[in-house]
């Protein structure tokens, strides 16, 4: 349908977030190898797209595919590439700054960055604010990603009461989602 409706960087950006989409489906079925191929093409459109234009939406989506691969790629591919994410939401930002997409690319890094690189409370009140604040655009999918960050944040400073209520607020959005249900399995225990 991309190939078809769009052409020159929207159809690269398309092709992005539809490997993308793709590869956050297979890591949550626990097939990283799948997912890393998915991450990998998506970031090859991403660039391609930047290549015929820079545009917010293009920096997000490289970013977006090289922090997804950081969560299944070895820890050489993340400390080689992990750092780059930070530059290309600042990237978008810079190009539209009331993109809460690129806001959340940010602050996930405090939420879901290995010890000794994360700062759970500074990820959770960055996360909170990007809801707050009336002049972020938002997306379904950014809202989701936001409240399931903050969840897991809360999660892992062992706050499971705040954690249940993040987590069944982006429920709300996506019912059936895998990780979340899953998260909310493992602090039920």
């Not at 997000?60 to 070895?74: A, D, F, H, R, W």
């Not at 992990?82 to 290309?88: A, D, E, I, P, Y």
């Not at 539209?96 to 500074?122: E, M, R, T, W």
Request: glycine fraction near 6%; include cysteine.
């Amino acid at each position: 349908s991309a190939k078809k409706n769009f052409s020159d960087d929207t159809l690269y950006i398309a092709l992005s977030r539809c490997e993308y989409i793709m590869g956050r489906e297979y890591n949550y079925e626990s097939n990283k190898d799948m997912a890393g191929k998915n991450f990998d093409a998506g970031q090859e459109y991403a660039e391609k797209a930047l290549d015929i234009k820079k545009s917010a939406t293009a920096y997000l989506m490289l970013g977006e595919t090289i922090s997804q691969n950081c969560s299944v790629k070895p820890v050489s591919y993340v400390l080689s590439n992990g750092t780059k994410v930070n530059g290309f939401g600042k990237n978008a930002l810079k190009l539209d700054p009331k993109y809460g997409a690129a806001k959340y690319l940010l602050s996930a890094q405090y939420i879901y960055s290995p010890a000794p690189f994360h700062n759970h409370k500074k990820g959770i009140k960055e996360m909170e604010s990007i809801l707050n604040d009336p002049n972020n655009r938002l997306e379904k999918d950014d809202k989701f990603n936001v409240m399931s960050a903050i969840g897991y944040g809360y999660i892992e400073r062992k706050d499971t009461e705040n954690a249940t209520i993040w987590l069944k607020k982006s429920l709300e959005i996506y019912p059936t989602n895998k990780y979340v249900n899953g998260l909310l399995a493992s602090i039920s225990k």
